[in-house]
């Protein structure tokens, strides 16, 4: 088994993968700022997990915490867009700065590989974007994750670094705490009308958690190439079909607001990941069907 760094564990993605490598037996070091948050609370009884309590902007901090591990996943970032816009500074530390802290880690031992989670927001435009798209996308989240991305492929370069990064859709499953599956599932259980951000008929790339874990540890290994990598579903999901499903799980509709009319296609094209042997396994309505159950049995 293998001795693992991972930053974000506290997140919705990161908890479920510090959980399935926990799981795994690998000897797991995260660090964070929020000791209590649920997801580390439920690692810390087991003896091959510790957690550091620490920031990624501070660059001896991330050295000491990964000293020895042999992979750093590395998940903190400064993720709402509408928070990158009311500080662009913060944004761009966590982001790319926290970024840099990681890969100097695998500077100084070159024997470390790195996979990084990066985003659809990178591109300018994400109708079926594939990773050969060089435009800039027009806000700051996007542009300080593209910065990142950069960096990662500088430190490839000049010093030797393995870095893997992946390119996420739109993630959902149990424990999540944005995006257009939670929203409409906690107006539904909250019961005050279901408040969208995009029109009916935009379509989304969805992933289900467990699909974007398993991408997580296939890029671990080295035989992933170290370039971006996009990984979704490569298929658009109306967010009226959202809306359905999950009032047929829960039973009769619900009245919908459009806060924001815009139209959208968010689409990664996943060719390249599906040609490396990845590929999502879990439908909207296999994941839908778990994640509402969970949302559930919280408010309870």
């Known amino acids: 088994m293998a001795k693992v760094g991972i930053t974000g564990a506290s997140g919705f993605i990161g908890a479920h993968l510090t959980r ?18 649920p997801a580390i609370r439920a690692c810390v009884v087991y003896p091959n997990f510790r957690f550091i309590e620490g920031d990624v902007r501070d660059r001896s901090t991330v050295v000491c915490a ?4 042999e992979i750093i996943y590395h998940l903190a ?3 709402p867009i509408y928070r990158a816009h009311q500080a662009p500074a913060e944004d761009l530390a966590i982001n790319a700065l926290g970024t840099v802290n990681v890969l100097e880690v695998a500077r100084s031992n070159s024997d470390i590989r790195i996979v990084v989670a990066s985003v659809g927001a990178v591109y300018a435009n994400q109708i079926d974007a594939d990773e050969t798209q060089s435009d800039w996308p027009d806000t700051f989240y996007g542009t300080s994750k593209r910065v990142a991305k950069r960096y990662a492929w500088l430190y490839a370069r000049h010093f030797g670094i393995s870095c893997a990064v992946l390119r996420l859709a739109r993630v959902y499953g149990p424990g999540m705490t944005r995006g257009i599956v939670y929203d409409v599932i906690s107006a539904r259980l909250e019961g005050h009308p279901i408040r969208l951000y995009a029109h009916l008929d935009s379509e ?43 009032n ?39 994941g839908l069907a778990p994640t509402v159950a969970w949302f559930q049995r919280a408010r309870r």
């Open 77 to 79: 970032a400064n993720a």
């Open 204 to 246: 989304f790339d969805l992933v289900y958690v467990d699909d974007m874990i398993d991408a997580f540890l296939r890029a671990s290994a080295t035989d992933w190439p170290s370039s971006p990598l996009n990984i979704g579903s490569g298929q658009g999901v109306r967010v009226a079909d959202v809306v359905a499903q999950i």
């Open 248 to 286: 047929r799980l829960l039973g009769r509709s619900w009245p919908v607001e459009v806060i924001v009319p815009e139209q959208r296609r968010d689409v990664l094209c996943n060719e390249r990941a599906l040609s490396l042997g990845w590929r999502p396994r879990v439908s909207l309505q296999e």
């Open 20 to 37: 399935a490598l926990v799981m795994k037996g690998d000897e797991v070091v995260a660090l964070g700022r929020n000791s209590t948050s």
């Open 66 to 69: 990964f000293a020895g591990v």
